[in-house]
């Protein structure tokens, strides 16, 4: 999955990506709802927590 299709991905699925950073990661446009493993995870909600929480434009 490339950064450019999480903004299209409803609920992104990272569990088991192999060779992302957070870095990359933090450049989608959410991560609401996204599955991440626990060492990406950890450091963007510590460094990105706003990635995290519920769009603005979500009903």
Request: hydrophobic share 30%; no cysteine; aromatic share 6%.
């Amino acid at each position: 999955m490339f950064i450019s299709e999480l903004e299209r991905s409803d609920k992104a699925n990272l569990e088991g990506a192999k060779n992302l950073t957070v870095d990359q990661i933090s450049e989608a446009k959410t991560l609401y709802e996204a599955k991440l493993d626990p060492e990406l995870e950890k450091p963007l909600k510590e460094k990105y927590p706003d990635l995290f929480n519920k769009p603005q434009d979500e009903p």
